[in-house]
C-alpha cells in the first residue's frame, strides 16, 4: 500500500511518462538524470519541500499549520536542508544499505536541529519536520521492498 509520499513520487513519473513502473525505477531514473547533470528536468522535485511536508502524518493535515508549511518553503536553511536530504538520501535510496540510510537520517537530523539552536527554525517545527522526513523515508523503504517480493 503506497503512502502519500510514494504516491507523489509515481504521480511525478506518471505525469512524464505513460508507464508504470515501481519506485526503485523512478528513484534510479532521477538519480541518473542528476548525476549525468540534466539538474533541471529534477530540480524543482529536489528543492519542493514535499519530503517534510506531505506523509502518512499529514494526510489529515492535524500536524502542519500554515505557518509550518510558510516555513519549509521560506526558511533558507530549511530549504538547504531539504535540497540536501533530497540529493543525498533520497536518490540514494535504492543505492544505500538500511545502516547507511539511518546514518543519513541522523545527519539530517543534526541539520534540523542545529537551525533550532541558532533560532532559525522553531523547535516544534523541527520535531515535525524530523517526523515527517523519518516516516517518509521509511514508508519509501518498505514499498521498494515489498514491490521487490516476488508474490
Known amino acids: ?26 528513484i534510479d531514473h532521477m538519480r541518473n538524470s542528476y548525476e549525468k547533470d540534466e539538474r533541471t528536468a529534477y530540480w524543482t522535485i529536489l528543492t519542493f519541500p514535499w519530503i517534510i511536508t506531505k506523509s502518512v502524518l499529514t494526510e489529515n493535515d ?8 510558510y516555513q519549509c518553503y521560506n526558511n533558507d536553511g530549511l530549504r538547504a536542508v ?14 544505500d544499505t538500511y545502516i547507511t540510510t539511518e546514518v543519513k537520517i541522523r545527519i539530517a537530523t543534526g541539520m534540523i536541529n542545529k537551525l533550532v539552536a541558532q ?6 517545527y523541527g520535531m ?24
Open 1 to 26: 500500500m503506497y503512502g502519500v509520499f510514494s504516491k507523489f513520487l509515481k504521480w511525478v513519473w506518471q505525469s512524464s511518462n505513460s508507464n508504470d513502473v515501481n519506485l526503485r525505477v523512478i
Open 119 to 124: 533560532e532559525k527554525l522553531d523547535k516544534d
Open 62 to 69: 492535524y500536524i502542519t499549520t500554515s505557518d509550518y508549511i
Open 82 to 95: 531539504v535540497v540536501w536530504i533530497n540529493k543525498n538520501i533520497l536518490l540514494q535510496l535504492t543505492k
Open 128 to 151: 515535525v519536520a524530523h517526523d515527517i522526513l523519518v516516516a517518509n523515508i521509511r514508508e519509501l523503504q518498505n514499498n521498494i521492498m515489498d514491490e521487490e517480493l516476488p508474490f
